[in-house]
C-alpha cells in the first residue's frame, strides 16, 4: 500500500527551525518528484518546495527561499525540509506529495501524506 508519512512539526518561536521528514512506503520512491505544500488556516493550498526524482533539479517558493532548503535520500525512502528562520507567516499544515515531475502546483502530484502542523509563535 503506498503510503507517506510526515514527521517533524511542532510548536516553535520566530528565528527558529525545523525539519520535516517525508518517509515513503509501498512504492518506488527514487522514480519521482516530491513536492512539500502548506495549508494554513482559511488558505489555498500553497507549493512551498520541491525537489527531483535524483536531486538534480530544486524548486522554492519566493516566500521560502534562502531560508529552507529540500533535500531526499533515495537509499532511506525519505524527503526531508529544513526550515530555518521561521516566521509566524510561515504556520500552517504541512504536506508532502509525490508526483512525475518536480512542480508547485499540487494537481500535479497523485499521492499525498496525512500533513504535520508547524505553528511559529512566541
Known amino acids: 500500500q503506498l503510503q507517506l508519512v510526515e514527521s517533524g512539526g511542532g510548536l516553535v518561536q520566530p528565528g527558529g527551525s525545523l525539519r520535516l521528514s517525508c518517509a515513503a512506503f509501498?512504492?518506488?520512491?527514487?522514480?519521482?518528484?516530491i513536492g512539500w505544500f502548506r495549508q494554513a488556516p482559511g488558505k489555498e493550498r500553497e507549493g512551498v518546495s520541491c525537489?527531483?526524482?535524483?536531486?538534480?533539479?530544486?524548486n522554492y517558493a519566493d516566500s521560502v527561499k534562502g531560508r529552507f532548503t529540500i533535500s531526499r535520500d533515495n537509499a532511506k525512502n525519505t524527503a526531508y525540509l529544513q526550515m530555518n528562520s521561521l516566521k509566524p507567516e510561515d504556520t500552517a499544515v504541512y504536506y508532502c506529495?509525490?508526483?512525475?515531475?518536480?512542480?508547485?502546483?499540487?494537481?500535479?502530484?497523485?499521492?499525498w501524506g496525512q500533513g504535520t502542523q508547524v505553528t511559529v509563535s512566541s
Open positions: 506529495a509525490f508526483g512525475p515531475i518536480c512542480t508547485m502546483k499540487a494537481s500535479d502530484y497523485k499521492y
Open positions: 509501498g512504492f518506488t520512491f527514487r522514480f519521482g518528484a
Open positions: 525537489i527531483s526524482s535524483s536531486a538534480s533539479s530544486t
